[in-house]
């Protein structure tokens, strides 16, 4: 009697225990959903402040590693050939060309989330900060190198942090003329000589008109193709290869308008720069001087937008059809490969080909807007693109192996 006493006993034990554990099961279930809508959510909080907070309570390790894959495959795969994202890149698409997939293609989603789940609720924020930095600190090195030694003049402190940041070789002719007698500005337009060449047949151009062009190559193009730290490991890869070869068309043009775009408006930093010695007198700075392709400061952005205006859009792709026509021109290219030669041994600044190379011939704050949900404004075309893939409806997967890009550093002055 007894015995059958202690095994109902044991039998109640047990089925006490299998109930606390189904209930603590119940309970971690609706932890880890509870966890993963708040990663999900991650989407609904707009401004860089809101998502940096969410980056460190809500992201997992996988999607820290999955943000520096997203910067390197847009840093290295996506920028050289898109510099203005479509109107609704940020939406979800199946189609293997969409802005989403290809991102995707290059990280790992996490299991039991869905592609759509997690780019929607992860992947498209972090694509955004990190386009966002990316622009901003191409924007802030070009206005480094327009403002050159005036940057001695100004706070010692704050240009002292700078330096270190980003040290800028700058040549003493570059002062004699605003912007540096090297940089041809005219009405509104940077190197208008040089875009003409190929409307006015001119293909032998002559070192001394072909310097100004090589000049802004240098001083400024080389910064939206990632520095001359870039360039040093893409010549280590490429042997025998400069400048000229690494460039795309939408580099040159996205230089181009940068400098038309801000042009006034570095030249009224500068004013300020050289005029207020102290912060109340650069707070008390009027500012007058406008972007002409872009949004100006203080403005609004709508969620995932990057601030240039229908003109803007228009006017770089107006400049990419030039360049496009003297990077097609070979006559004109191999003139300029030729000069750019002979500027790298005049200038002594960035050489880009390797010094053992002895036959070059033997080497080769936001608002959110409301879109249409079947907008597939969220195509873009990669000059790596194969036509089975063009037209194949198979996932891609995209890898690539260069150095991941800095985040956003700090802004010295505003932009």
Known sequence: MSTSINERDSIVDKDALIEHLRDELTTLGRQVEEFQDLRMSIVKVSGKNGVRKLKAKALTTSDRVNGHCIGTFLRNVLWPDIKMMPSKWHKWSKNPRSICKRILGSVGVPRGVTDEDYWSGVAVSMANDKLCAMRSNMKQAMFDRFVGKRMKASNKNSITTLILFFVIPVDSEDQKNEVGVLVEYDDGVVLPSARSWVSNNILHPSYSDAAPLLHFLDKYTVIIVGGSKAMGKYCKINKGKTLLDRVTESDIAYGFLVY????????????????????????????????????????????????????????????????????????????????????????????????????????????ETSDDDDDDDCIVHLSGDKDDFLDGDSDAAWTDEVEQGREKRMRVVPV
Not at 288 to 312: F, I, M
Not at 334 to 348: F, P
């Open 260 to 367: 038309e775009n801000s042009y006034d408006v570095w030249k009224e930093e500068i004013v300020k720069l050289d005029t207020c010695a102290t912060v109340e007198e650069k707070k008390a700075f009027e500012h007058v001087a406008l972007n002409k392709y872009h949004v100006q400061r203080g403005t609004r952005l709508p969620l995932y937008s990057d601030g240039w205006t229908p003109e803007g859009r228009k006017r770089f792709d107006t400049i990419c059809g030039e360049v496009r026509d003297m990077m097609k021109s070979e006559e004109l290219w191999s003139t300029l490969q030729a000069h750019w030669k002979t500027y790298v041994a005049k200038n002594y600044r960035y050489s880009y080909v390797l010094r053992n190379i002895t036959n070059e011939s033997e080497h080769d704050d936001n608002v």
